[in-house]
């Protein structure tokens, strides 16, 4: 993890769970972690922004985490966000309703697990940041929305929605996507915004790195979203 500060929004309404994990989370380097008992909370510290990471339960007492988690990528929020979730068996459920939920953890929580997870998140967010990322034949480099084809000795330049799509689908590694979340992550949960608007989107980037965009071999569809062929 790179040394500059990361702030971990915990949305937790255990107490005792709540400290327990705060407790764990100080024992990362340069990690200050922000503590939420209630959606209500978590909503204005989201507004006040600057977090890296989420971990938000699931079954708060004013509002059910997933609709907590669309409500704040309908904010704008881009981190990853870690649910943490009543059984393993409810996993399935929370990705595939398309809340915008990142990962998952399952309760009674393994702190090594949970940890894991949230630095491995950390530092996909961070590399997108920071560093070129290979995408097929491409150099991809998220700040500056460029693919760097070195082969073909030529530049794509990506509109910023087409960078976000890249950047969201290179996050979820081989999983497949589906529609709803990655329209929510890269449009916010706008209700004037379709998935027709994110089709159009993935036909044009196609159409910019792709062989034969009938036939694509990186940005491939599958049933009910998207991935990438890394």
């Not at 036909?203 to 599958?222: G, N, S």
Request: net charge negative.
């Amino acid at each position: 993890m790179s040394t500059t500060l990361k702030r971990i929004l915990l949305v937790e309404s255990d107490a005792a769970l709540r400290g327990s994990l705060a407790e764990q989370l100080a024992l990362m380097e340069q990690v200050e972690t922000v503590e939420a008992a209630t959606a209500e909370a978590a909503l204005q510290a989201v507004e006040a922004g600057g977090f890296d990471a989420v971990l938000l339960e699931e079954g708060l007492p004013d509002m059910d985490g997933r609709d907590l988690c669309r409500t704040m990528r309908g904010q704008g929020l881009k981190c990853p966000v870690i649910m943490l979730t009543a059984s393993a068996g409810d996993a399935e459920a929370i990705l595939g309703q398309d809340c915008g939920a990142s990962d998952y953890v399952a309760k009674p929580i393994r702190l090594s697990l949970l940890l894991t997870r949230l630095r491995a998140h950390l530092r996909q967010s961070a590399s997108l940041d920071d560093d070129a990322i290979r995408i097929g034949p491409y150099r991809f480099q998220p700040a500056s929305k460029l693919l760097l084809d070195e082969a073909g000795q030529r530049t794509i330049r990506l509109t910023e929605k087409e960078a976000d799509i890249l950047r969201f689908l290179h996050c979820a590694g081989a999983r497949t996507v589906g529609r709803e979340t990655l329209l929510g992550e890269v449009w916010g949960y706008n209700a004037a915004v379709t998935t027709h608007t994110l089709e159009t989107h993935v036909y044009r980037l196609r159409r910019k790195i792709e062989r034969d965009p009938a036939k694509a071999e990186i940005l491939v569809t599958e049933p009910g979203g998207y991935r990438l062929a890394l």
